[in-house]
């Protein structure tokens, strides 16, 4: 038994040998039964693959307006960049960073590692300094907060509506599709076979 077969159930903290398993195979603690490994078909592939169309729709969400609004014979558009803007200028700079980072810098940093981590695995090779940059990679998670901006602006919609016709922009569909795209790379990620990378590396 070598250290990279072991795990350690993430209910009970028995220590286990995970064996090979087939695709869509799943691995439970002998002792309570718990999950402790999902062997997913294609996972590299699978997220790669989608990783690379969220950073279409990313850039699709960051270039188009995100809502435009009409009211009294005159409209205006806004992006996710200008929001940020009118925050900061406004007086609300706290607010304004937190809304930069969690809707733009942290989902791009996110696309982006996800790319340097899964392509060249995809092609037979191992990055430079692989396990420091997938290990950052599930640091910048907790900070992945598009999904409450998202609720945010339906609130605000809801409640603009009687006041102004407002009309979505192909920005907001674009990044409420990249919600579901970011959700599902990061559902048929692997993290194992990374790992497992990172020990051949050394």
């Not at 993430?10 to 002792?31: K, M, N, S, T, W």
């Not at 706290?94 to 790319?115: D, G, H, M, R, Y």
Request: with cysteine; net charge positive; proline share 5%.
């Amino acid at each position: 038994m070598t250290p990279g077969n072991l795990i350690a159930c993430h209910e009970c903290d028995l220590l286990l040998r995970i064996p090979a398993q087939p695709g869509g195979g799943v691995a439970r603690c002998r002792r309570c039964n718990a999950v402790v490994h999902r062997s997913i078909p294609n996972s590299i592939e699978r997220s790669l693959a989608l990783t690379i169309a969220g950073l279409l729709l990313f850039v699709v969400a960051n270039a188009f307006p995100f809502l435009a609004f009409k009211m009294q014979g005159q409209g205006t558009q806004t992006t996710l960049a200008s929001g940020v803007v009118d925050l900061y200028n406004a007086g609300k700079w706290e607010i304004s960073l937190l809304v930069l980072l969690t809707t733009i810098v942290v989902p791009l940093l996110q696309l982006l590692i996800l790319i340097y981590v899964l392509l060249p695995l995809y092609l037979g090779r191992i990055p430079w300094r692989l396990g420091t940059i997938f290990r950052f990679f599930h640091s910048l998670q907790p900070w992945g907060m598009m999904e409450v901006f998202m609720i945010g602006i339906l609130v605000a919609v809801v409640k603009l509506v009687g006041m102004a016709q407002i009309v979505p922009g192909l920005a907001l569909w674009s990044f409420a599709a990249l919600i579901l795209v970011l959700a599902a790379a990061s559902a048929s990620l692997d993290p194992s076979l990374v790992w497992q990378q990172v020990r051949y590396r050394r």
